[in-house]
C-alpha cells in the first residue's frame, strides 16, 4: 500500500500521560499536513511541513503539542500530559508541492480516548 | 462565525432522488475549493476540486459562485453508496501558501431504499 500510513490506528490513555503518533506520507510527497477532527466537526489544520521545516502552526496546538518531521520523510505528533478535551481523531495529510490542485491525501487517523 | 459553513442535515433521500448541498465560505481571498467525502469512521477522500466554470463528474456536479463566495454539490440519481458525509472545503492559499485547507462541518446524506 503507498498511501499515507498513520500509527497507532487508537489509542487510549490517562489523562496526564504523554502520547506520540506517527504518521508516514507518500514517498514523493514534500508537504505534510497533521489535522484534529472531533464528532460531528469537520478536520481542523493543526500543522503543516514543507520537508522537513515546520512553516505554519494553528493556534490550536497548545504548548503541549509538538510535532516534528526530522529527515522530511515520516512525522511525529505528540501531545504531553493529555486532558480529556485532547480525545479527537488525529489525522495526517500529504501532497505534493507544485502538484496537482494541491489535492491532499489522508492516512486513516488515530483516534485518540483520553479517559 | 465559520470559515466555512454548510448545513449539517442529515438529509435523507430516496434512491433515485437528486440532492444538492450548499455551502458558504468567509475569506473573499480563498484559491482554492473542494468537496471531500468521508465514510463513518474512515479518513475524507476528494470527491472533486470545484472551478468557477463549473464541473461535473458522472452524477456529481459542483459549482462555485465567487461573487457570492458560495460553492454548491448537485448529486443526481442517487446511489444507497452515496451515503456519508460531504464536507466542503476551501485551500489557504494566502500569504504563507501552505495550501492548508479549511473544512466545513459536513452534510451528512443518507440515501434509504
Known amino acids: 500500500d503507498t498511501g499515507v500510513s498513520q500509527d497507532p490506528r487508537h489509542k487510549i490513555t490517562k489523562r496526564g500521560q504523554n502520547v506520540t503518533f506517527r504518521c508516514d506520507p507518500i514517498?514523493?510527497?514534500?508537504?505534510l499536513y497533521w489535522y484534529r477532527q472531533t464528532l460531528g466537526q469537520g478536520p481542523e489544520f493543526l500543522t503543516y511541513?514543507?520537508?522537513?521545516?515546520?512553516?505554519?502552526k494553528s493556534r490550536l496546538l497548545s504548548d503541549r503539542f509538538s510535532a516534528e518531521r526530522p529527515k522530511g520523510s515520516f512525522s511525529t505528533l505528540e501531545i504531553q500530559r493529555t486532558e480529556q478535551g485532547d480525545s479527537a481523531m488525529y489525522l495526517c495529510?500529504?501532497?505534493?508541492?507544485?502538484?496537482?490542485?494541491?489535492?491532499?491525501?489522508f492516512g486513516p487517523g488515530t483516534r485518540l480516548t483520553v479517559l | 462565525r465559520k470559515e466555512v459553513e454548510q448545513d449539517p442535515g442529515p438529509f435523507n433521500v430516496p434512491e433515485g432522488a437528486t440532492v444538492a448541498f450548499n455551502c458558504t465560505y468567509s475569506n473573499s481571498a480563498s484559491q482554492s475549493f473542494f468537496w471531500y467525502r468521508q465514510d463513518c469512521r474512515k479518513e475524507p477522500k476528494l470527491l472533486m476540486s470545484?472551478?468557477?466554470s463549473g464541473n461535473e463528474d458522472g452524477r456529481f456536479t459542483a459549482q462555485l459562485n465567487r461573487a457570492s463566495q458560495y460553492i454548491s454539490l448537485l448529486i443526481r440519481d442517487s446511489k444507497l453508496s452515496d451515503s456519508a458525509t460531504y464536507l466542503c472545503?476551501?485551500?489557504?492559499?494566502?500569504?504563507?501558501?501552505?495550501?492548508?485547507?479549511?473544512f466545513g462541518q459536513g452534510t451528512t446524506l443518507q440515501v434509504k431504499p
Open positions: 470545484v472551478y468557477s
Open positions: 514517498s514523493e510527497h514534500n508537504r
Open positions: 495529510a500529504s501532497s505534493l508541492l507544485g502538484g496537482t490542485g494541491n489535492e491532499q491525501f
Open positions: 472545503v476551501v485551500s489557504d492559499n494566502g500569504s504563507s501558501n501552505t495550501g492548508k485547507l479549511i
Open positions: 511541513f514543507q520537508n522537513e521545516a515546520q512553516l505554519e
